[in-house]
């Protein structure tokens, strides 16, 4: 290493470019805090003329990322190019292969290659630190690898993904439709053209499958998580969970069972008033429950340029203040080699409470059906609403039915809502919430 700790950037666009300008900007603070000028050296992107809003003419710019990963002009490689296959893969795994740490704020990369890239890096004694891949600007990495080492953790769940959270908090406050929020987001630059990654609950797997990695030893299975996006919610969920006592947010939640951990992302109710309830708009949270600590909560920006770009800096810094030759941390907490393979959860068997929407036949017996087949499984209802009928031409009048179950299995719930089917008193689809239970 020369007397600077020289960056190698791939990407610049949102979160890259602005990592640029924090550099130059907050050059002397950061000499300060990390005790070694930290300064950019190469670049790359793929429009080497487009105009980023800062100042690259004293860089050099290497068109090839991989290159730009071995270069003996950096010492530590930044990824921000994002996507979980070339050059981001090629080009993280060529930078640990020649001796550069590694920062990167992509999990997909690392939801798909994180434990053969964490196990390079141990290899070679380097860094590959991650803090922006989760939860944007909020430092849960360094408090999941570093600050709560002395704990077993029991549950970790959060808000993960700021779009999803966006449109939710919209169809409750402005009572619009799912598809007029996801519109208004998509406006408004909080959602992508081609939203599907987000709405169906993929992007919080991956940041979920990264948390699960770190607080229970297990390797990183973003396949083994149970996934259920947003898309199925209607606004007439979101009003009767808010006559019920909650509010509808999707989360990604990674429980320790005695079958082994349970990683679901799906979403839920969660009691108003609580923490998690009242994260709103693109604000993201990450809830941790362990032994030693009892329960924190940390939430902040998700996404956005600066924000980002502060989780990237921050790890930058901690690769200066490393001291050469000293034996890293391994970068999902423990050797990759001892991580634990991670089973798909089985959701037949998760335990909770559940919100049901039925629309039914508004007939003598359906009621008693309901209860019946509840009764069946061993379900106990906390509650049960018939709410207000509705006509629909000549047909018979239907019956919104809102009940709210005990605790129960998810086995016991699908074959009670089979058996209301089956006699035939359901008209549509069973809309089925779980109910977080928080502690
Ligand atoms: N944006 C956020 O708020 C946020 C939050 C947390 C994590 N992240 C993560 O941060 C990473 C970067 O996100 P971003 O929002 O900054 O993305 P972005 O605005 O789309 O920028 C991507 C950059 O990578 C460059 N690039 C893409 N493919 C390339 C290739 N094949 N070769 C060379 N350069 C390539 C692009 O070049 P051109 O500009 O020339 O097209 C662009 O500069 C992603 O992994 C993302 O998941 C982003």
């Not at 930290?38 to 992107?45: D, L, P, R």
């Not at 100042?55 to 994002?82: C, F, H, Q, R």
């Not at 439709?177 to 959602?191: M, N």
């Not at 149970?226 to 947010?249: C, N």
Request: charge should be negative.
């Amino acid at each position: 290493m020369s007397n600077s700790l020289r960056l190698g950037i791939a990407g610049l666009g949102t979160v890259g470019a602005a990592l640029v300008r924090i550099v130059q900007e907050k050059h002397d603070m950061l000499t300060a805090r990390c005790g070694q000028s930290v300064v950019v050296t190469c670049v790359n992107a793929r429009s080497k003329s487009k105009d980023r809003g800062v100042d690259l003419s004293n860089l050099t710019w290497i068109d090839d990322p991989v290159e730009l990963a071995k270069s003996d002009d950096i010492d530590v490689y930044v990824e921000l190019m994002g996507g979980d296959g070339d050059p981001a893969y090629s080009s993280v795994k060529a930078a640990l292969e020649n001796g550069k740490h590694v920062v990167t704020a992509n999990k997909a990369l690392l939801a798909k290659h994180g434990v053969e890239l964490a196990e390079i890096a141990e290899q070679n004694g380097l860094l590959l630190n991650y803090e922006a891949a989760v939860a944007g600007g909020i430092p849960i990495i360094k408090v999941m690898r570093e600050s709560l080492t002395a704990n077993s953790v029991t549950r970790v769940f959060g808000i993960l993904n700021g779009t999803c959270n966006y449109i939710l908090t919209r169809m409750e406050d402005d009572g619009l439709s799912f598809e007029e929020c996801l519109k208004d987001a998509q406006d408004l630059g909080f959602a992508e053209a081609d939203p599907t990654f987000d709405i169906e609950g993929n992007d919080t797997a991956h940041k979920l499958s990264i948390l699960a990695s770190l607080a229970f030893g297990t390797r990183i299975a973003p396949d083994a998580i149970y996934l259920e996006g947003i898309t199925k919610i209607t606004i007439e969920d979101i009003e009767a969970a808010r006559e019920l006592g909650y509010r509808i947010k999707l989360l990604g939640v990674a429980t320790k069972t005695p079958n082994g951990v349970e990683s679901r992302v799906h979403p839920a109710m969660v009691p108003l008033g609580s923490a998690i309830a009242e994260i709103g708009g693109v604000t993201n949270a990450v809830s941790i429950e362990a032994d030693t600590v009892g329960s924190l909560m940390m939430s902040g920006p998700g996404a956005g340029g600066d924000a980002t770009a502060s989780a990237v800096a921050g790890d930058i810094c901690d690769i200066a203040k490393s001291k050469p030759g000293h034996q890293h941390g391994p970068a999902l907490g423990q050797p990759a080699h001892s991580l634990l393979p991670h089973e798909r959860s089985q959701m037949r068997a998760h335990e909770g409470g559940y919100f049901i929407r039925l629309t039914v036949q508004d007939k003598p017996g359906t009621m008693a059906s309901i209860a019946t087949r509840m009764a069946e499984q061993g379900i106990s209802l906390e509650s049960i609403v018939q709410r207000k009928h509705k006509k629909s031409g000549d047909e018979d009048s239907h019956a919104p039915i809102i009940l709210v179950t005990h605790e129960t299995t998810e086995h016991a719930i699908n074959a009670a809502l089979e058996g209301v089917k089956s006699d035939g008193r359901l008209v549509g689809h069973a809309q089925m919430i779980r109910i977080e239970k928080l502690t």
